[in-house]
Nanobody, 124 residues
Framework: QVQLVESGGGLVQAGGSLRLSCVAS????????MAWFRQAPGKERSFVAA????????SYSASVKGRFTISRDSAKKTLYLQMNSLKPEDAAVYYC?????????????????WGQGTQVTVSS
């Protein structure tokens, strides 16, 4: 089992920045894919960004590309999401997810492990 714990959410004004963190523990893996998803009230959980843990290849949703940056620190087993130029529509609960197979998928069904989520609120 892999445990994922997110932190770093909060309230920020539009145009501001936040950095989310996700610490992995348990039976972690040296390869695979880790990703960030988000879910706003009344909406489905949607893909934000993913990173191949070993190679560092990244992918982003169109709505965040150029504003958000996903990264990882392998030694600390920590995943990050730097969010800049935040907009009110970015407000959501942000979830960290892990996929051992390294599919690099943007679909929730391909991720085996999930964190509990961290709330991001953006005021206009």
């Amino acid at each position: 089992q892999v445990q994922l714990v997110e932190s770093g959410g909060g309230l920020v004004q539009a145009g501001g920045s936040l950095r989310l963190s996700c610490v992995a523990s348990g039976q972690t893996f040296s390869s695979g894919t880790m990703a960030w998803f988000r879910q706003a009230p009344g909406k489905e959980r949607s893909f934000v960004a993913a990173i191949a843990w070993r190679r560092g290849d990244t992918s982003y949703s169109a709505s965040v590309k150029g504003r958000f940056t996903i990264s990882r620190d392998s030694a600390k087993k920590t995943l990050y999401l730097q969010m800049n130029s935040l907009k009110p529509e970015d407000a959501a609960v942000y979830y960290c997810a892990a996929d051992r197979r390294g599919l690099g998928s943007q679909q929730t069904r391909h991720y085996d492990y999930w964190g509990q989520g961290t709330q991001v609120t953006v005021s206009s």
